[in-house]
């Protein structure tokens, strides 16, 4: 096949998935996989900011690698971390503020990680840890070093270096198929195969590091083991040697003309570089992935006619071909099945009960009407979900792999799109306040050593938590289909909650429960960055797992225990709330502000 042709069948598979094979090659470049270079540029034009003057947070974080031999071997420990501690205050002193909003990166969880990281002070604390074993720093800062370089090594092995079989995966779907699912990011850790994928990459780049050693041994054997991806994105399963042999195999007498193949994007490289790499990620990388796939394709077809050696492992078919409607109904015959079935007819309730139960997802009290909407969600749930692989729209996963009890399934099956009775959510609102006091006294008890009665109340709960998650729960209730909406809505609820409750607080009682200056992202020290991403995690926590969770256990407790332990549980709050309004909860670690240290250092009351 010619070279023109086999680009236009990759022009036309690239337009098909413009937007997912554009993702894909930029996450790779970001991760340092491939195409690295795209992003130079933009490197450089950090740099050259930097250089004149103008501050920039990002530019602030230099990357520790080079850090490690510039003060653990040619300095001590102990001098190094005065030197931390120098940085850590000179840090607090060149906070960027824009009005209230501060960029500040001394205290609290994402702070912590940011300075470990950009002044080295993990490797601090490891060496410093290993000294205090064995006496001597020699020894501790070469275990150190060690340990953080096996660290990255395993990192790059494992994840980086084998996101190019992912990105080759999600390239050979593409040719066939009308859609490439995002979780196909997932591959190789769904199917196990992960570590195989990784060692088989790292025996090939160590081939290649000797093959450097001759004269122009390296440049011959780049293009020799140039189809291990593609042949690891058919068959992670394959052995390292036998990849390595198969691609060998496949490109004897074909290494000029792969080189070829790479001169001819040299023009679209030179645009992109003359656009400071913008065309090279919304193009030109793409473009080349999908036209070097086509050119797989081209060859493995001719390995398999020839019978070369190991040919004979790839063998996912289903890749190059659909899938014919008899294999379809073999594999996927309990979903066909469940399809063929009558819908099942939900009973609709009284018009003010059904508005509540479609927008809140509130029902008085569990029946037969929420037995049959239970019944008719499943059932709507798995059609839509193998929709496309019933249609021959998407790769049919069950033919290389069906995992006996996916994360995916083990949610579907609490049904978290179900209804919540009136006493089902007073309880959860009981056990979210709860679980939020506990961790506020837990982590104030392991970081202090000392217990105290965290928030407004005296009562062992935190209502904000339970408050939050019960307005996620039911005002994001049309939202639960779509995790992604629902995750950044979540944030802002939350973000909106916590600000004005502060605001109400410190009005109210003229004090401060807490207070986030310092804290990286933070507004007028009543929200940060760090508090609102827990709640965004927590908040899809609780709506696809916990709330299920408990739900269905309430579900399996007569009525007649339920009403009163609610009503009970509300009498007892309803009188922590009216005394607290006159004798709130206040005393060392929940309102003092010590020296140098913040109100409090948590997220709620």
Same mark, same amino acid.
């Given at each position: 096949?010619? #070279?023109?042709? /086999?680009?236009?069948?990759?022009?036309?598979?690239?337009?098909?998935?413009?937007?997912?094979?554009?993702?894909?090659? $930029?996450?790779?470049?970001?991760?340092?996989?491939?195409?690295?270079?795209?992003?130079?540029?933009?490197?450089?034009?950090?740099?050259?900011?930097? !250089?004149?003057?103008?501050?920039?947070?990002?530019?602030?974080?230099?990357?520790?690698?080079?850090?490690?031999?510039?003060?653990?071997?040619?300095?001590?420990?102990?001098?190094?971390?005065?030197?931390?501690?120098?940085?850590?205050?000179?840090?607090?002193?060149?906070?960027?503020?824009?009005?209230?909003?501060?960029?500040?990166?001394?205290?609290?969880?994402?702070?912590?990680?940011?300075?470990?990281?950009?002044?080295?002070?993990?490797?601090?604390?490891?060496? !410093?840890?290993?000294?205090?074993? &064995?006496?001597?720093?020699?020894?501790?800062?070469?275990?150190?070093?060690?340990?953080?370089? &096996?660290?990255?090594?395993?990192?790059?092995?494992?994840?980086?270096?084998?996101?190019?079989? =992912?990105?080759?995966?999600?390239?050979?779907?593409?040719?066939?198929?009308?859609?490439?699912?995002?979780?196909?990011?997932?591959?190789?850790?769904?199917?196990?195969?992960?570590?195989?994928?990784?060692?088989?990459?790292?025996? #090939?780049?160590?081939?290649?590091?000797?093959?450097?050693? %001759?004269?122009?041994?390296?440049? /011959?054997?780049?293009?020799?083991?140039?189809?291990?991806?593609?042949?690891?994105?058919?068959?992670?399963?394959?052995?390292?040697?036998?990849?390595?042999?198969?691609?060998?195999?496949?490109?004897?007498?074909?290494?000029?003309?792969?080189?070829?193949?790479?001169?001819?994007?040299?023009?679209?490289?030179?645009?992109? !570089?003359?656009?400071?790499?913008?065309?090279?990620?919304?193009?030109?990388?793409?473009?080349?992935?999908?036209?070097?796939?086509?050119?797989?394709?081209?060859?493995?077809?001719?390995?398999?006619?020839?019978?070369?050696?190991?040919?004979?492992?790839?063998?996912?078919?289903?890749?190059?071909?659909?899938?014919?409607?008899?294999?379809?109904?073999?594999?996927?015959?309990?979903?066909?099945?469940?399809?063929?079935?009558?819908?099942?007819?939900?009973?609709?309730?009284?018009?003010?009960?059904?508005?509540?139960?479609?927008?809140?997802?509130? &029902?008085?009290?569990?029946?037969?009407?929420?037995?049959?909407? &239970?019944?008719?969600?499943?059932?709507?749930?798995?059609?839509?979900?193998?929709?496309?692989? $019933?249609?021959?729209?998407?790769?049919? =996963?069950?033919?290389?792999?069906?995992?006996?009890?996916?994360?995916?399934?083990?949610?579907?099956?609490?049904?978290?799109?179900?209804?919540?009775?009136?006493?089902?959510?007073?309880?959860?609102?009981?056990?979210?306040?709860?679980?939020?006091?506990?961790?506020?006294?837990?982590?104030?008890? =392991?970081?202090?050593?000392?217990?105290?009665?965290?928030?407004?109340? %005296?009562?062992?709960?935190?209502?904000?938590?339970?408050?939050?998650?019960?307005?996620?729960?039911?005002?994001?209730?049309?939202?639960?289909? #779509?995790?992604?909406?629902?995750?950044? +809505?979540?944030? $802002?609820?939350?973000? %909106?909650?916590?600000?004005?409750?502060?605001?109400?607080?410190?009005?109210?009682?003229?004090?401060?429960?807490?207070?986030?200056?310092?804290?990286?992202?933070?507004?007028?020290?009543?929200?940060?960055?760090?508090?609102?991403?827990?709640?965004?995690?927590?908040?899809?926590? +609780?709506?696809?797992?916990?709330?299920?969770?408990?739900?269905?256990?309430?579900?399996?407790?007569?009525?007649?225990?339920?009403?009163?332990?609610?009503?009970?549980?509300?009498?007892?709050?309803?009188?922590?709330?009216?005394?607290?309004? *006159?004798?709130?909860? *206040?005393?060392?670690?929940?309102?003092?502000?010590?020296?140098?240290? %913040?109100?409090?250092?948590?997220?709620?009351?």
């Amino acid at each position: 096949m010619k #070279r023109k042709n /086999i680009k236009k069948i990759a022009r036309h598979n690239f337009k098909k998935h413009y937007i997912i094979f554009v993702l894909v090659c $930029l996450i790779s470049a970001f991760l340092g996989a491939e195409f690295s270079e795209t992003l130079d540029n933009f490197r450089f034009l950090g740099t050259q900011s930097a !250089a004149k003057g103008q501050y920039s947070y990002m530019s602030s974080i230099p990357f520790t690698t080079s850090s490690i031999t510039d003060e653990f071997i040619y300095k001590r420990i102990d001098e190094f971390q005065k030197n931390y501690e120098e940085t850590l205050r000179e840090n607090e002193k060149q906070n960027w503020k824009i009005k209230t909003l501060e960029f500040g990166r001394q205290q609290g969880v994402l702070a912590q990680l940011i300075n470990m990281n950009s002044s080295g002070s993990i490797t601090v604390i490891l060496m !410093a840890s290993v000294y205090s074993l &064995i006496g001597s720093k020699g020894v501790a800062s070469g275990i150190g070093i060690a340990l953080v370089l &096996i660290f990255v090594l395993l990192i790059w092995v494992f994840f980086v270096n084998t996101f190019s079989v =992912v990105t080759r995966r999600f390239f050979l779907e593409g040719r066939i198929y009308k859609k490439v699912p995002i979780n196909r990011f997932m591959f190789l850790f769904r199917n196990k195969n992960f570590i195989k994928a990784g060692v088989s990459l790292i025996v #090939r780049d160590f081939f290649l590091l000797l093959w450097t050693l %001759t004269i122009i041994g390296g440049f /011959i054997k780049y293009y020799s083991y140039y189809m291990v991806p593609y042949i690891l994105a058919e068959n992670p399963r394959i052995g390292p040697l036998k990849a390595l042999r198969l691609s060998k195999a496949m490109m004897k007498g074909r290494k000029w003309e792969c080189f070829v193949y790479d001169l001819s994007f040299i023009g679209w490289r030179l645009l992109g !570089a003359l656009t400071l790499g913008i065309f090279n990620f919304l193009f030109t990388n793409p473009y080349y992935t999908a036209t070097m796939t086509e050119y797989f394709v081209h060859i493995r077809e001719i390995a398999k006619e020839q019978n070369l050696e190991n040919a004979y492992l790839l063998r996912d078919k289903y890749l190059y071909q659909p899938a014919c409607e008899e294999s379809i109904k073999k594999k996927y015959a309990d979903i066909i099945e469940l399809k063929e079935m009558p819908e099942v007819k939900v009973e609709e309730r009284n018009t003010l009960w059904q508005f509540i139960s479609d927008f809140l997802g509130v &029902i008085p009290s569990y029946d037969k009407k929420e037995q049959s909407y &239970i019944q008719a969600l499943e059932r709507e749930n798995k059609i839509k979900h193998f929709e496309n692989i $019933l249609n021959g729209d998407e790769y049919p =996963v069950r033919f290389i792999y069906r995992p006996k009890h996916s994360i995916r399934d083990k949610i579907e099956s609490l049904h978290y799109l179900r209804h919540y009775s009136i006493c089902s959510v007073i309880l959860m609102f009981f056990v979210f306040s709860f679980m939020g006091w506990v961790w506020e006294v837990s982590f104030h008890l =392991v970081t202090e050593g000392k217990f105290v009665n965290r928030g407004v109340l %005296t009562g062992p709960w935190l209502p904000i938590y339970g408050y939050g998650c019960i307005m996620i729960l039911l005002l994001l209730n049309k939202l639960k289909k #779509r995790p992604v909406v629902m995750f950044c +809505v979540a944030i $802002l609820l939350c973000g %909106t909650v916590e600000y004005l409750t502060a605001v109400f607080l410190e009005n109210m009682y003229n004090q401060q429960w807490w207070d986030y200056h310092g804290y990286f992202l933070n507004i007028d020290g009543k929200v940060c960055a760090e508090g609102l991403l827990v709640f965004g995690i927590g908040g899809m926590f +609780v709506v696809y797992f916990v709330a299920p969770l408990i739900d269905t256990l309430v579900r399996k407790i007569s009525l007649k225990v339920v009403i009163p332990i609610c009503v009970i549980l509300v009498m007892i709050f309803t009188c922590d709330q009216v005394y607290s309004i *006159t004798h709130p909860n *206040t005393g060392k670690g929940i309102t003092d502000q010590s020296a140098g240290t %913040t109100v409090s250092q948590h997220t709620d009351t």
